[in-house]
T-cell receptor, first 115, second 115 residues
């Protein structure tokens, strides 16, 4: 069964500092990996995805993510955090091995950017 | 492209009542998904439609839950005889048939509170 793990419930970072939100995955086939952001009382907004190719994926709002196959990780990064980046971040994985293209979400990481 | 819309945004009901939620996907998207999200958790898959066909249902979807997409456009999710444990955010997402990765785009959600 496919799964993702977000080992940190919360990440605190000072405004202007680089940020990393961690995600590891487990799938039986080749993964499609996603990051979504959720602001309070809102739905999820798509940030970026990894399909194949370059291990560094660039997405919306200056975010990027690094795919590492050997470590089965897909960490979200941003060079300089903004207060407005404070939100809940979800990693998700999709594989096609089960026929139906199921997406499984992690439990989320709350990012707090401190002014 | 007006995005995925969901109505109502909030619903408060008494235990035992029936509730129905509506989701309008992005217009050209033929795939539609329902998720449930409880506090501190990531979205959990409930069901999936391709056009009007319901192709997958989670074991989370008990017999009190039913979803329809009669004309392959909007979808409804009905919960009969609501229980306090049904209190959650219900999220709808849609994806395009033309995109290989089936990236899902989410609506704002319907927050259900069962008293």
């Amino acid at each position: 069964a496919q799964s993702v793990a977000q080992p940190e419930d919360q990440v605190n970072v000072a405004e202007g500092n680089p940020l990393t939100v961690k995600c590891t995955y487990s799938v039986s086939g080749n993964p499609y990996l996603f990051w979504y952001v959720q602001y309070p009382n809102r739905g999820l907004q798509f940030l970026l995805k990894y399909i194949t190719g370059d291990n560094l994926v660039k997405g919306s709002y200056g975010f990027e993510a690094e795919f590492n196959k050997s470590q089965t990780s897909f960490h979200l990064k941003k060079p300089s955090a903004l207060v407005s980046d404070s939100a809940l971040y979800f990693c998700a994985v999709r594989d096609f091995s089960g026929g139906y293209q199921k997406v499984t979400f992690g439990t989320g990481t709350k990012l707090q950017v401190i002014p | 492209d007006t995005g995925v819309s969901q109505n109502p945004r909030h619903k408060i009901t008494k235990r035992g009542q029936n509730v129905t939620f509506r989701c309008d996907p992005i217009s050209e998207h033929n795939r539609l998904y329902w998720y449930r999200q409880t506090l501190g958790q990531g979205p959990e898959f409930l069901t999936y439609f391709q056009n009007e066909a319901q192709l997958e249902k989670s074991r989370l979807l008990s017999d009190r839950f039913s979803a329809e997409r009669p004309k392959g456009s909007f979808s409804t999710l009905e919960i009969q005889r609501t229980e306090q444990g049904d209190s959650a955010m219900y999220l709808c997402a849609s994806s395009s048939p033309w995109e290989r990765t089936d990236t899902q785009y989410f609506g704002p959600g319907t927050r259900l509170t069962v008293l």
